[in-house]
């Protein structure tokens, strides 16, 4: 046991995402699969077992703790549904992964836009016996209006089609031409068998025709965080920190999580909505002070200059701004009980900063069906439309196909407090 | 390949730094709920973090029944002096004073009383409207579908059917006067990343974690430490004996059972975690029971 055993577990990387599917699906054996054929593979690793990915015994269905597998509310195992978005953790010697469980039916635009927002790859479960339904279409244009970089297409039951690789060929072919149009950018299409494990965690013995990676393969090397440290430095202010002790009597630090970019000592900055400039002096964290930082790390910056920034402010570097305004349109996944109808007022929280605003009109909203954009005064609960707002003060945004934190908001209802709304600014 | 890479607990970190900062933003009064287990000792270590160089802008508040370990009470004093925490300490005197205990009362009913009523008086004592948790959704089935931010109402207690998306990083704290939030700002890190955490940033710790020989009373399938004032409650046929062992959690003391271990330093702790197939909470008598945990969290306990 050495601390370079310590040092391979604690640096792997996390990655975020989301599985859908019904539960005719396979989903709950998939999921079941996945942490049973996972568990212990820390172990392993600390261990320094050098087993072929320490994974090659396959387990069997009665290692699966079930009760974390089952609905976890009264509620849902007394009415035999599953009601809400569930997170799922399970490790391999590579990586971390957190995963919402999407139900499939009900709701399925709430739970799905909840669980994949903040997903970087998505697993979408087909029936290898009923091939690509409308849901399966439904599911993939809401995942690719939420940007998701990687959509994962899992063929499962291929146990049940002989392992027909003509089953298979026919999906892969009905899914890449259903995500070209809808701007899918990477698809990925796996044929698995999550009751045998086939192409799950090891590639089994009954689909040699398949020569891509195995699901668990494909997860482990998809990149975790895209390309946010490529984007634009922007830096939500959530906090500005002056402890005004007799050590820091002047101190102010500008305290937020880096939504985007790198940030370097001595870069030049500029805070939105004033406009001031300053430089960096310091960045500073609990384990001291860094030279450079890059999303999505939680820093405190200090400027040379005692310029006036707040919460809701926006730092980015000079020359980098955001695209500001009080007309606001964007693609809005609705989520509240009562419907969204132009002339309402709403609060948006957008990072770190609250505004009001009025629908000032329905542009359009989706048939999630075909497709069509249908002319409508409202959208209602799991509806999704094209919305334009008038805003109390103007926002500093960027269009959520350019940045996914600085590009989406919440709607707010201001009677009851409720999140009602996910928009994602066009 | 970009060179910018965080390691999973460093993004862990930084997602927790982030809620705790949003809850202080948006919030009047905040509190920090802190137990002095392990998962606190990491809440508590992330707070920290989240406000250097300045101190904790909210107090701790211990939620005490009475019941803890000594090396809790010993363990909570001087790390609260040490770091300048404003520890606030409450206990629903009341039921103490009527001689409330598991063993004549029921776990269910002293949980309820010292533990659920005990914090629900405390949160209302101090007016606070958001107090920050560290349960994790890895822990038990009900938690594994709970928000970050809790929302409860004017008697404190959870409504899972109606629970607010939360969406991106964007939490939404807008409630109504009475109402309070609950916050879990490690909600997705598991028992594995605690422990590496805790490795890793060396944060102190409660030794009852760590494995030595200890006096303790075998009971049903569970070690129960034992201490020289139990000589009462030991019931018939049961003799205290040395074992090697140590606590994986820590809760009450007649209400939290140790596991037999060797594991006497953080290394080995982390294999043992990695190794064990086991739930925490199995050596915690109060989730037993069909919903335990899920009708406790309505009824307003953490």
Redesign the interface.
Known sequence: ?TEAN?KL??????LRLVTVGSVDDGKSTLIGRLLVDT??A??D???AVRKQKGLDSIATAA?I?L??L??????EREQGIT???????F?TPK??F?MADCPGHEQYT??M??GA??ASAAIILIDARSGVMPQTKRHTHILGLLGIPHLIVAVNKMDLVDFDQAVFEQIRAEMNEYCAKQGVKDLICIPISALDGDMVAVRGNNLDWYEGKTLLETLESLP??G?V??LPFRLPV??V???Q?TE?PD?R?F???IASG?IRVGDEIIAVPSGNTSTVKEI????GNLQEA?????V?LTLNDNIDIS?GDMITRVGEKTGDSKDLTANVCW?GDEPLSARKKY?I????NSVKAMVSSVDFKTDIHTLDHLDADELAMNEIGRITFKLQKPLHYDSYADN??TG???L?DTFT???VG?GMIV | MSEHKLTQLKALEAESIHIIREVVAEFRNPVMLYSVGKDSSVLLHLARKAFYPAPLPFSLLHVDTGFKFKEMYEFRDAFCKEIGANLIVRRNEDAIAKGMNPKDFGVARCCGALKTQGLLDALEEGEYDAAFGGARRDEERSRAKERVFSMRDEFGQWDPKNQRPELWSLYNGRIHDGESVRVFPISNWTEMDIWLYIREEKIPIVPLYFAKERLMVERKHLLIPYYEEMKDQLLEGEEPKMVMSRFRTLGCSPCTGAIRSDAVNMDEIVIEAAASRRSERETRIIDHGSNSMEDKKKEGYF
């Open positions: 046991m310590f577990v604690e640096e792997v990387e996390l568990k212990g820390f172990e690793q600390l261990l290692d703790d009760a974390m089952t609905d976890g509310l009264s509620a009601i809400d978005v569930a997170y799922r953790y490790a990586r971390k957190i709430r739970n836009v909840t927002s903040t975790t965080l390309d440290d490529r959530q906090l920190n002056r402890p002790t820091l101190y630090g305290m937020g999580t790198t500073v964290t609990f384990d890059f999303a999505p790390q939680s405190t919460r989520i609060i929280k957008h990072t770190t996914r934190a989406s908001f919440i707010i407090n409720n999140t996910a």
